[in-house]
């Protein structure tokens, strides 16, 4: 039961900090001015507007009464009340208006009707509290005449509740609004770094990043900073020791090339070169593989562009372009995209004879499919291809000429921008890669 509410509570709350925190802010100041309101309602202004409407009928009762006794009178006692309460007092043959003028959830009508109620009884009196601004309409029935009265307001209902709720709820705006501003300004370093995190994360190089705010966000951006330049500075290392074994291993291969060349025994010459051909594929792809790790600042990518200026570059008829009529731009680093979806395109064209590319726009997102038609992947083989160094032996080896990197960077590429890469079989019998990237 309670694990239910929880969840449900969870539900309904706002998800973000700056909304949170608002409502903790908020909440008690408007709950403690409801609590006023109602306290100065029911205690305070009811019992108050109570006894002024009851001393209002008390002197119509006596004005009623006074008529009655005493007609010839009347002029010197309605002035009196003119002159001294700012009574207006009329007498006509006219009968009560059928018509109710009340307002049946007002508690000034309320209160004005149950003291009429209560001292003239039904159907001996009519009001109307909204026909004139200032001033409250009552009509009362004396025998065969009626009695018309215009009083202020002011004898009818306290004029103190506006300026009361008016006191009571301008502070508290002014309150929540300062605490907004405030709530504001220690919520955006938050923010402030949740971006550069997301940014890292998709393998951009933070550098203008400030650590700002209150003391404890400000050491959460500081130890950010520092990790994120451990990572860079690993990353950095990694790439400049694969860079400097690959490239110091092309010097004694350039010579074991020349000694080969002038081998007379031909046979063994060029079964060596093959093998040594091979290894240079092997530090190319070592090569290709660090260079995935390569600073490179993100732009504006224009998706559509990239993969047509990519099939012209290979300008091979097997490939095929369907491009979306929308625009697909996102941000990102066009030589590392490009880098994986040559990696990609060079297996389809190794092992199928036909390539169909499609890029379209989905739901905050681009998807970039890859389909030929070749072997394939044995399904119990998707997750193992994107290991690095890992070579696939049976159907489709898509590293029979390298060391199983390609998938591998493919991948590792596709994550840093934040996006995936799923494996299945296309409708053409062979392989299906389909990328997704957001915007």
Do not use: C
Not at 155 to 178: C, D, G, K, Q
Not at 347 to 353: D, F
Not at 415 to 428: A, M, P, R, T, W
């Amino acid at each position: 039961m309670f694990s239910g509410l929880n969840s449900f509570i969870k539900y309904i709350l706002p998800k973000r900090l700056f909304y949170r925190a608002l409502i903790i802010v908020a909440a008690p100041t408007i709950i403690l001015q409801i609590i006023i309101t109602i306290v100065f309602y029911d205690s305070i202004w009811i019992k108050v507007n109570k006894n002024i409407t009851r001393s209002l009928v008390n002197q119509l009762k006596t004005i009623q009464e006074v008529y009655q006794n005493d007609k010839k009178n009347l002029d010197f006692f309605t002035d009196s009340y003119k002159n001294n309460f700012n009574f207006e007092i009329g007498i006509n043959q006219n009968p009560l208006p059928k018509n109710s003028g009340e307002r049946k959830f007002s508690p000034m009508d309320r209160s004005l009707r149950r003291e009429l109620k209560s001292v003239f009884g039904n159907n001996n009196y009519w009001f109307n509290t909204i026909k004139f601004n200032n001033a409250v309409e009552i009509k009362i029935k004396s025998g065969n005449d009626v009695i018309e009265f215009l009083v202020p307001k002011e004898m009818v209902s306290a004029s103190s509740v506006r300026l009361f709720v008016l006191w009571t709820t301008l502070p508290s705006l002014i309150l929540i609004i300062i605490a907004l501003i405030f709530l504001k300004n220690q919520t955006k370093p938050l923010v402030k770094l949740a971006k550069a995190a997301e940014r890292f994360g998709k393998g951009d190089y933070v550098n203008d990043f400030r650590a700002s705010g209150s003391q404890e966000i400000r050491k959460a951006s500081f130890e950010f900073d520092r990790m994120a330049k451990r990572i860079n500075r690993h990353l950095n290392q990694r790439a400049e020791m694969l860079s400097g074994i690959s490239h110091d291993l092309r010097t004694p291969l350039t010579r074991l090339k020349l000694q080969l060349a002038m081998l007379k025994q031909k046979d063994v010459s060029e079964k060596m070169s093959k093998d040594i051909d091979e290894m240079e594929k092997m530090l190319n792809d070592y090569l290709q593989f660090a260079k995935t790790q390569a600073q490179e600042n993100t732009s504006l990518i224009d998706l559509n562009d990239l993969l047509e200026l990519l099939v012209k570059d290979f300008d091979n008829s097997k490939i095929s372009l369907t491009k979306d009529h929308k625009v697909l731009k996102l941000k990102g680093r066009p030589i590392a995209l490009r880098r994986s979806f040559e990696n990609i395109i060079q297996n389809a064209i190794i092992y199928g004879k036909n390539i169909n590319i499609n890029a379209q726009k989905g739901n905050n997102r681009a998807l970039i499919t890859f389909e030929d038609d070749g072997p394939g992947i044995p399904e119990d083989q998707y997750k193992n291809v994107f290991k690095p160094f890992f070579r696939l032996d049976k159907s489709r080896s898509l590293n029979q000429s390298g060391v199983g990197l390609g998938l591998a960077i493919v991948e590792d590429i596709i994550n840093s921008h934040g996006g995936n890469v799923q494996l299945g079989k296309s409708k053409f019998g062979g392989l299906l890669v389909k990328i997704s990237l957001p915007f």
